[in-house]
């Protein structure tokens, strides 16, 4: 679990294609705050990787062929900075929202319009499953994208639309956007949860369980 505010951003130093995925080494920014343990969680642009190798400043993960299917994962190589967040624990404040590193989909950022120093992005859900990710975001809801919690502010249709201030483009990737770029999108987890409840109760209904 993670809170989607970025500790610093890394950059993919060594990338080993494999069978099943790929084996990359993270060169991080400088030395953890926190130092983590062998096997720990860490959050890449919003994608989860367990680290397999650690040392003060860097870590190696393996990344699956089915995180490439659902992230932008795949188009990681040699050079590719990274946002990176250490796992949640009782001590550190939530300062954003629960993250838990499982991309929902792929966006693409549509539009990017200056708002005085900040910017305004224009963000394309994509379709999952055969279901508009979009359903799944709301006005003034938490949406993780590239790692980074963002609140949006606006929903029409399958876009939405979030701010970026000047602070959180200069310590994340999220100032090197250009409009065509692909973003990993994780919901919110409440919105996650309660589209499954209505999906249960649709299938409960529909086997005629309900008088």
Not at 40 to 63: K, N, P, R
Not at 182 to 204: C, G, I, P, S, T
Request: net charge negative; with cysteine; proline share 4%.
């Amino acid at each position: 679990m993670f809170t989607g505010l970025v500790e610093q951003v890394g950059h993919v130093v060594a990338h080993e294609p494999r069978p099943d995925g790929a084996r990359l080494r993270v060169q991080c920014a400088t030395p953890w705050a926190t130092q983590p343990d062998l096997g720990a969680s860490i959050c890449c642009s919003g994608v989860c990787l367990t680290a397999i190798e650690l040392d003060a400043d860097s870590f190696t993960a393996d990344v699956s062929n089915a995180t490439f299917e659902v992230s932008t994962a795949g188009t990681w190589t040699v050079g590719t900075p990274l946002n990176l967040e250490t796992s949640l624990t009782l001590a550190k404040p939530l300062g954003g929202h629960l993250v838990t590193g499982h991309v929902d989909g792929v966006g693409r950022i549509e539009s990017i319009e200056a708002d005085g120093d900040n910017w305004i992005v224009g963000v394309a859900a994509p379709v999952v499953a055969g279901e508009q990710l979009s359903r799944l975001i709301a006005r003034k809801g938490s949406i993780t994208i590239d790692g980074v919690s963002l609140t949006v502010n606006a929903v029409e249709g399958a876009q939405f639309a979030v701010n970026i201030i000047p602070h959180t483009r200069a310590v994340t990737t999220l100032g090197n956007w250009q409009a065509g770029a692909a973003v990993n999108l994780e919901v919110d987890l409440m919105a996650r949860y309660a589209a499954r409840l209505v999906q249960a109760d649709k299938e409960f209904d529909s086997q005629g369980h309900r008088g």
